[in-house]
């Protein structure tokens, strides 16, 4: 300890390059490294404006959506989350949220401290989302919430199925660690409200929410919302609706160079085409699965709804989960998550997300796992 008249000593070693294959963060895309060096914009200046105008348009791209309410909240995916209830949900309006993992269990949680009747739809982990019980759950619901991609469990639930059945009800939709990764298409599938994160399969650091609403639960929302910094009434004057009249009010100051960074990422997502890189998940993570099967490993999510940029498997008998991660981390500078929840130290948690995504990344993560087991156990 130094009193805080002395400025404290450098103990922090220098950052060394990991491997990140996690939950997320994973390693961005370069495009978007590259543009957190650029010089900085002032969050009004005309040229940051085109930056974030063009920003909202990719958005709308890899949402799959027209909503002129799509921007970037300054702030992680969490705060999606809490932008989407706290914007929709007056005390009393009943939300079914489909639980079928930790973030489905957090939208509970996040429901109910902004007063909702929260109706929950309880799944076995590592299933996905059974829609005939949640669309049964309650006759007439303000909300129905669902994770698209569990990231807690590797799983993938099907969102279009759950917008085909929604009747009334706004569907609420977490695809955090879908965007950029698997197949997701808002309008097509129904989705009325939308959140996301960047350091996921946008393969950008994080720091910003991709969030998305249409018409429909905009009329429907809250006039004004218990939370200031997430009001989508008072950030549509900065963003979304003012886009290109020239007429911004301020409401905060926007993290110019994470937009710009986003911005980056995004681009580069459209240049190799959102179909593409959604095959590219795909052929990475069916890589993965295949090579962690032919080691003698156990896949945990369910065959059929398991998510390629997120592999859950089983930690064999006997071995030490946090050893093998911690081996991983110290030899081979690569970082794979625990399991959550009640299966942390049985279930290890392999992120093939955005730029990681590919067949010799693949590679790195299963020799490097196979030295792991034979020498950290
Ligand atoms: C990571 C994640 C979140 C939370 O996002 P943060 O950026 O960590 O705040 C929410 N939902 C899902 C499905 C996630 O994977």
Known sequence: MTSSSTPPPATTRPIAERH????????????ATLALA????GHLDPDFLA???ETCDLLRYVWGTDNRRTLPLSATGSAGMEAAFVNTVEPGDVVVVAVNGLFGERMVDVAGRHGAQVVRVDHEWG????VERVVAAHPSPKIIAAVHAETSTGV??????LGAAKGDALLLVDAVTSIGGIELRADDWGIDIGYAGTQKCLGVAPGL???TISDRAFARRVEKPSSWYLDLGLLGGYVGEAAGAGKRTYH???PTAMVASLHA????IADEGLEKVWDRHAEAGRLLQDGLEAMGLTLFAEEGSRLPELTTVRVPEGVDSAAVRGYLLERHNLEIGAGAGAFASSVWRIGLMGHNARPDRVALILAALEDALAHAT
């Open 20 to 31: 990140l294959f996690g939950p997320g963060p994973c390693n961005p895309y370069p495009e």
């Open 38 to 41: 650029s010089p900085l914009l």
């Open 51 to 53: 930056i974030m105008d």
């Open 127 to 130: 299933r996905p989302v059974d």
């Open 156 to 161: 993938r639930s099907d969102i279009a199925a």
């Open 209 to 211: 929410a991709p969030f």
């Open 252 to 254: 905060h100051t926007a």
């Open 265 to 268: 990422g995004l681009r580069r």
